[in-house]
Each structure stands twice: as structure tokens, then as C-alpha cells.
């Protein structure tokens, strides 16, 4: 009886212990571009398609929005964790972080589910800081004025976002101004001590178009472990049970 309650224990614990893995897609038009090789403008005009995940088992709730119910910041409070990817392509170029010897690790989500003011917003931030002073950053926000955009502020979320280039959402059109509703903004840059230079640098600004939401549950391997013990120490007892000997 003791061992069945144990086994039952160990499948409850690996049923809870699962994170939720993010993951998202979104579309823009660049409109201001700069790189070392290429010089300023070089990707103007161009769609830039990004990829997303980030794996809230690493998420710690920021206290800095604290008291502010419809405003949400998740971190590593640690800042030690790299539980947030962005990368990007810009017609056949692929670009991502490379990871070096991380000195410090800034990656965020923000979220702000503000039914009253009609406000909703979305902010995912890969932000890495190198002990070579490099940095490199990516990140992307996205409103949402008419629509109830987002529905807690949780850090999963699973939500569709679209520019449909209109005013009706109080935005202008996604490639014309600022004041677009979506923007995307990367920045890698390399600073040389010595000379006190910028050494290399490049930097991509884009209007956002659209945006696709999406996440699943994931088993830790530690969560698979107990449910592996678990089965195992169920399947023992019913064994047990069915080939014990009568006693005499």
C-alpha cells in the first residue's frame, strides 16, 4: 500500500512540473538599416520574418510594475539565464546571437492587458551583454486598441496580431510613420576600450505587420523521470498483485 501511494505521488509531481515553452512568428517592413558592410538603408524596404521562444520555467515576475494590476514584467532575476531567442531573416540573411561568455543576461516579456484604457500590449526582449562589450538585443512590441488583445498578464500567452493598415486601431499605417502600432528593433554592437571606438555595428528598425502567438506544455526530464518511476512502481504492485501466491 505504501509503495502504491509513493508511485501515485511521483506521476502527480510529474503531471504538475511542466513549463510552457512560447513560441511565435512575426512580419514587418524594415525602414531604417544600418551594417559595416553594406553601410546605411541596406535593408530598407525589405520583409523581415522573425522567430520567437522563450520557456517560462525561467520567468521570475519583476516586482517593478508592482500594485499595477494590468501590467505585467517577467524576468530572470538572476540574470543569469538565456530563456529567451529571437532570431531573424531579411530576404535570404539569417541573423542571431551568438553566444559568447555571457557577462549579464536582460531578456524580458512584458505584458499589459488594460481592458479600461483599451490598451493592450505584448514585449518580448532577448538583451545580451558580453565581457568582450559587445552587446546585442533584439526585441518587438506589439498594441492593440480596439481588439482585447491579450487576456491576463501571464507570461504565456497565445494571441494573433495584425496591421491591417488602417486608422480604425488608432495606428497609422504600418509602413509610413512612428506611430505604427508594431515596431522590431535589433542592435549589435562591439565597443573597442582601447581606441574608444564602435568596432563593428549593425542595427535593423522595422514596422510590424503581423503576429502569431503560440505555446504548448513541455515535460522537464526531471518531470519525465517521475512519471517513468511512477509507472514503474504502479506497474510492480499490479504485477504483485496478480502472480502472488495464495497463502497457506
Not at 535589433?186 to 571606438?197: E, Q, R
Request: charged share 20%.
Amino acid at each position: 500500500m505504501k509503495n502504491s501511494i509513493l508511485a501515485l505521488i511521483s506521476i502527480l509531481f510529474a503531471c504538475q512540473a511542466q513549463a510552457a515553452i512560447v513560441t511565435g512568428e512575426i512580419r514587418g517592413v524594415v525602414y531604417n538599416s544600418y551594417s559595416e558592410v553594406g553601410g546605411a538603408d541596406i535593408y530598407n524596404g525589405q520583409e523581415l520574418i522573425a522567430n520567437f521562444r522563450y520557456d517560462t520555467d525561467a520567468a521570475q515576475l519583476y516586482d517593478y510594475y508592482a500594485g499595477v494590476d494590468h501590467t505585467a514584467e517577467w524576468k530572470d532575476t538572476n540574470a543569469d539565464d538565456s530563456w529567451v531567442d529571437i532570431s531573424y531573416t531579411i530576404g535570404s540573411t539569417l541573423f542571431d546571437v551568438v553566444l559568447d561568455p555571457l557577462h549579464k543576461i536582460l531578456d524580458k516579456v512584458k505584458v499589459v492587458n488594460d481592458d479600461a484604457n483599451g490598451a493592450d500590449m505584448f514585449m518580448v526582449n532577448e538583451q545580451d551583454i558580453f565581457e568582450t562589450n559587445r552587446h546585442d538585443y533584439a526585441y518587438f512590441y506589439f498594441y492593440d486598441y480596439v481588439n482585447d488583445l491579450v487576456n491576463s498578464t501571464d507570461v504565456v500567452q497565445q494571441l494573433a496580431w495584425e496591421d491591417l493598415n488602417t486608422t480604425d486601431g488608432g495606428c497609422a499605417s504600418s509602413n509610413a510613420s512612428d506611430s505604427a502600432c508594431g515596431h522590431f528593433y535589433a542592435h549589435d554592437y562591439l565597443y573597442n576600450t582601447d581606441t574608444k571606438k564602435m568596432q563593428s555595428y549593425h542595427k535593423v528598425s522595422a514596422y510590424l505587420t503581423s503576429a502569431n502567438i503560440n505555446y504548448g506544455e513541455v515535460a522537464e526530464p526531471a518531470s519525465v523521470f517521475l512519471l517513468g518511476l511512477g509507472l514503474v512502481g504502479v506497474g510492480m504492485m499490479h504485477r504483485r498483485k496478480v502472480f502472488m501466491p495464495a497463502s497457506v
